[in-house]
C-alpha cells in the first residue's frame, strides 16, 4: 500500500506560479513511475507530467516549457513546478504512483488539489 498526499494548489493569477508536491508514504526509489494528472470541471481526467524509475520525464504539448516535474527519492517527494499559468491550467491536480507488487503492477492516487487560476 501507497498513501500519497499533495499540496501546494491554491488561488493564483494568471501569469503566476505554483509548485505542488506530493508525499508518498514510502520509497519512490523503486516505483515504476509517477505522474501529476488534472481534472478540469465538466473534462476528464489528463496527463499533465510523469517520470519513469529511470528519471526520463515527459509533459503534456499543453503545457510544455511551463511546467516541470522532478522528484526527489531523498524526500519521497515528486513535485510539479507550474509557471505563466493559465486560466486553463484551473482544475483539481492529481499525483499517481505506479508501483510493483507481488501480484503485478498497482496504481496509487493521492486525494488531489486544486489550482485555480484567475484571469
Known amino acids: 500500500q501507497v498513501q500519497l498526499v499533495e499540496s501546494g494548489g491554491g488561488l493564483v493569477q494568471a501569469g503566476g506560479s505554483l509548485r505542488l508536491s506530493c508525499a508518498a508514504s514510502?520509497?519512490?526509489?523503486?516505483?515504476?513511475?509517477m505522474g501529476w494528472y488534472r481534472q478540469a470541471p465538466g473534462k476528464q481526467r489528463e496527463l499533465v507530467a510523469g517520470i519513469i524509475s529511470g528519471g526520463t520525464a515527459n509533459t503534456a504539448d499543453s503545457v510544455k516549457g511551463r511546467f516541470t516535474i522532478s522528484r526527489d527519492n531523498a524526500k519521497n517527494t515528486l513535485y510539479l513546478q507550474m509557471n505563466s499559468l493559465s486560466p486553463e491550467d484551473t482544475g483539481i491536480y492529481y499525483c499517481k504512483a505506479v508501483v510493483f507488487s507481488t501480484w503485478g503492477i498497482s496504481d496509487y492516487w493521492g486525494q488531489g488539489t486544486q489550482v485555480t487560476v484567475s484571469s
Open positions: 514510502r520509497s519512490i526509489f523503486s516505483f515504476k513511475s
